[in-house]
């Protein structure tokens, strides 16, 4: 792409996993959700070196997933926060990691709860089926075979959709 754009708009999962799973983004992007947002409390937390977390950030802003703004004016510090599209892609993987890691973890003493703001109850999400709205489970799902429409049914080269 010859003009870089500020946005990155993630067409296939591969691009995702290539941006989180790049050394300390998924932690960041973690910290970031569950709400640790200041460079100093990242810096802390994480116990990354601060020329690193500055370059993680920029990167990750400039993928579009944060957003940045000063929190004071006599100082250039700043504060980060998911972006939409980010909270849209990256909450629900954030989620399913952080509750597998839960869920398997040896110590059993890290938790982070999490509410919905919709109703205002604390919430365990899952994945849903959309049509009989059951529970998805790993053993209750495959991919659709090309004679039930799947398997590249409607698509074009690399996974996108022909028009």
């Known amino acids: 792409m010859s003009d870089r754009q ?28 569950f709400g640790v947002g200041r460079f100093g ?23 579009g997933l944060l957003t940045k703004r000063a929190y004071r004016s006599d100082k250039p510090w700043f504060e980060y926060e998911l972006t939409d599209s980010a909270r849209e892609l990256v909450v629900p993987a954030i989620a399913a990691i952080t509750r597998w890691a839960e869920t398997h973890a040896t110590d059993g003493d890290t938790h ?22 059951q529970p998805v489970e790993a053993s209750t799902l495959r991919p659709m075979s090309a004679e039930e429409g799947g398997a590249g049914q409607g698509r074009g080269a690399g996974g996108a959709a022909s028009t």
């Open 6 to 33: 500020s946005h990155v708009t993630f067409q296939h999962g591969q691009e995702f996993l290539a941006a989180i799973s790049e050394r300390w983004n998924y932690q960041i992007l973690r910290e970031v959700f």
């Open 41 to 63: 409390e990242l810096k802390r937390a994480l116990g990354i070196s601060a020329n690193i977390l500055t370059a993680r950030l920029n990167s990750l802003t400039e993928l």
């Open 112 to 133: 982070h709860p999490l509410k919905h703001t919709v109703c205002g109850n604390p919430t365990n999400p899952y994945l849903a089926c959309s049509n009989c709205h």
